[in-house]
Structures are given as structure tokens and as C-alpha cells.
């Protein structure tokens, strides 16, 4: 299990009971809208939520539980579920936002934080969460599109998924890949003939207005990615974005001085920490030979149980679907100058997405993680967009 696959799975439903003993449909968890005087609860409860892996990972959100979902759209909301004593046992977090959709602009919801506390899983608790995220998202619009990402390999979500009451039928539309890039060897840039394809800076103020223009005009074509229709929108997602400032956008000119793409590299620590829960004897023995060598290749250390992961997380992928070249470009000049400060890079494409053609050279190295990316709606008609084969966009950082 990759620190990436661990940092999802935390994210993902509880296991649910066996076939001979289905979990019960209706049980008293009063479930209500979480305020800023859970925080305390909310974060307890990620962090009692740890995935057994190798290396276990644990996301912690502290200091502020709601960073994160601030962050998925125009609206949100978390709901908490709690047992008779009023200790919140079960949250759920939701979020309307403006998405491009077969090529328009349109309104969709997203369903995501689905955590039950282990001493309360098989008891209804998920069920009572899911009525009520299907009750909010009706109110916004029967029809309205709902977005749920699943990480592959989590047995308990998919029999979730299909055998639940509580949830309409979901449609799978694509899936993105998360490749977790270890940043241990210092790469070489490839070049077409003495020079590169491209100059890569870091972004400034002077290249807001370009970066906006060119998202619109490469990400309508990947359904569900975030429409950002002006300056002031891009400008005010990263102000509230902890840890992420403008200057953490590489971009890519062409000797024209064009901009031909970018992506954000996102220390998300000031919002949520991967800590190292425990080491299996596979995950001591990689933590001894990268340790091993760490040092003399001037890479970073891998902690040790009860220590944070240092790692940046790709956001805002931005490149027309002919630039894969210049995302490989982008990626190793940068993973040579977060050398030394962070262990691994996160990135995530559909595989459908030419652009993933770009992270060919890094595939001996990286290991995936694949998530499913599922649609409904409410009263259940939405069943996909209309261009199936279009690839997703879907901003895995903020899982």
C-alpha cells in the first residue's frame, strides 16, 4: 500500500457486514448539520479512522476540519451523526459547485468524508449519513448530478454501492489514476536537440489573467472539472487554500513567451497531515533501504510511526490534451527542486487523458492508486454525461 492508497482509503466508507447479517436500514443516529463546535469531535474522528497498509497512514485535519471542504464549492455542508450520549460517531461532507459537463457549465454536487468510528460500524450509521446526504442534495434539485469518488480496492464501498437502500443507482464514468512519484533520484531533463521543449517558471500575479484563459480552454473538455471563470475566482481559491500560494504553480512558456500549461505542487500540512501510524515488516524494510540512501543522495528521510509524511499534492492540472511532453517537462524540473524537502509527489490523471502519455517516464517509479469516479443524482435519471469516452478531471488533493 502506497502513503497515497492509505490517505484515501482513511477517506472511505467503513467496512461493512458480512452478506448473512446485513447492516440494519433504520436505527435511532440522530443526524444533523456540523457546526464550527465540532471541529474538536470531527477531527478526533478522522483520526481514528487509520488504514492498515505497510506503511498505515492516518489523514489528520487538524487544525481546522472544515479547510478542506471549504475548498469543494460555492455551497457545502458536513453532517454529523451521533449516538445517544450526543458524541458524534459518523460525518459526511457535501458541496455544490459549477463543473464543466459535456462541454457547458453546470451545477453538480459531490458526496465525499464518508467516516464511521470503528466502534461503530455494521450499526446503521452509514446508512443514516447517506439518507441524509441524498435529502440535501434533493433540495438543492432532484436532478442535480452527484459525483462519489471510490478507491479501487475498497470491497466494503463497492458492496456498498451495489446492494445499499439508502443510495439510487450509481453510474461509473471514469477513473483517475494517482501516481505517488518518490522524489529519491535527481532526473534528467530530456530535450528535443540541445534545448528544452519549453521555460519553466514559477507563476507570478502578471500570469493570472493567461492561466485562467487557458483552464477554460483545456479543461472543457474533461468532464467535471472545476469551471474558474475569472481572475478574482482563481485568485480567491488559492488565498483560501493553506499552504498554497501562487508561487506554487509551475508553468510552461514556449520561446514565444505563450503559455503552454501548468499545475500547482501543494504542501497541504497546514490543513491535513499524513501521519505514519505503524510499519509492517515490509514497510520497515522499504523505510531502511530509502533511509539508507536518502542521505547520500540528498533525498528526505521516510519517518517513522507517529511522525507526518512530507509530500506535495498536484492541484489544478492545466494542459491542452497534444502538451504530455511538456507535463513531463514541468514534473521533473520540479521534482529536482522538491528533492531534499519532500519524500513524494502526488499527481492524478484519468488514463483516458492523453496527457497521462507525460508521466510515462515516471511510471517505473510511481505507484498507483486508482479511484473510481461514479454519478447519479437523486431521484436517480442521471446516469452519465453524454460523451462516456471524454476523460474526468478530478482534483484528488482535495480528498
Request: glycine fraction near 8%.
Amino acid at each position: 500500500m502506497t502513503p497515497v492508497a492509505a490517505a484515501n482509503r482513511s477517506q472511505s466508507p467503513p467496512s461493512q457486514p458480512s452478506a448473512t447479517k446485513p447492516e440494519p436500514l433504520v436505527r435511532i443516529w440522530p443526524t444533523r448539520v456540523a457546526t464550527a463546535s465540532d471541529n474538536q469531535a470531527l477531527m478526533e474522528l478522522a483520526a481514528a479512522c487509520p488504514m492498515q497498509a505497510p506503511i498505515s497512514i492516518c489523514v489528520h485535519r487538524a487544525p481546522d476540519f472544515f479547510a478542506l471542504n471549504r475548498l469543494e464549492g460555492v455551497r457545502w455542508s458536513v453532517a454529523a451523526a451521533e449516538n445517544g450520549a450526543g458524541r458524534i460517531v459518523g460525518c459526511i461532507a457535501l458541496a455544490v459547485r459549477h463543473a464543466w459537463l459535456d462541454g457547458e457549465a453546470a451545477e453538480i454536487a459531490y458526496v465525499s468524508d464518508l467516516k464511521v468510528h470503528p466502534a461503530y460500524r455494521g450499526q446503521g450509521v452509514a446508512n443514516a449519513l447517506s439518507l441524509w446526504a441524498r435529502e440535501w442534495c434533493r433540495r438543492v434539485r432532484p436532478d442535480i448530478p452527484v459525483v462519489i469518488a471510490v478507491l479501487g480496492g475498497n470491497k466494503p464501498m463497492e458492496r456498498r454501492i451495489q446492494t445499499s437502500r439508502c443510495m439510487p443507482p450509481l453510474t461509473t464514468v471514469g477513473t483517475v489514476r494517482v501516481h505517488t512519484i518518490p522524489l529519491l533520484f535527481r532526473r534528467r531533463l530530456r530535450t528535443n536537440g540541445t534545448r528544452p521543449a519549453a521555460r519553466v517558471a514559477r507563476a507570478s500575479r502578471e500570469d493570472l489573467e493567461e492561466m485562467v484563459d487557458l483552464w477554460g480552454k483545456a479543461m472543457r473538455s474533461r468532464q467535471l472539472s472545476t469551471v474558474i471563470g475569472s481572475v478574482e475566482h482563481m485568485d480567491s481559491w488559492i488565498e483560501r487554500a493553506s499552504g498554497l500560494e501562487l508561487s506554487d504553480y509551475w508553468i510552461a512558456r514556449d520561446g514565444s513567451g505563450r503559455l503552454l500549461g501548468y499545475l500547482a505542487l501543494w504542501d497541504q500540512r497546514p490543513l491535513k497531515q499524513l501521519h505514519v501510524e505503524a510499519l509492517t515488516l515490509r514497510g520497515a524494510a522499504i523505510r531502511g533501504t530509502v533511509n539508507a540512501v536518502a542521505p547520500i543522495l540528498g533525498a528526505a528521510r521516510l519517518p517513522g510511526s507517529g511522525h507526518q509524511l512530507a509530500c506535495a499534492a498536484a492541484v489544478h492540472v492545466c494542459l491542452p490534451p497534444d502538451r504530455a511532453k511538456i507535463l513531463g517537462q514541468i514534473l521533473t524540473i520540479a521534482c529536482n527542486e522538491l528533492r531534499g524537502r519532500y519524500s513524494f509527489l502526488t499527481i492524478g490523471l484519468d488514463p483516458r487523458d492523453t496527457l497521462a502519455a507525460g508521466l510515462r517516464r515516471f511510471r517505473h517509479a510511481s505507484l498507483p492508486t486508482d479511484v473510481r469516479v461514479l454519478v447519479t443524482s437523486p431521484d436517480g435519471r442521471f446516469t452519465g454525461p453524454a460523451h462516456p469516452t471524454w476523460p474526468v478531471h478530478f482534483e484528488t488533493a482535495l480528498v
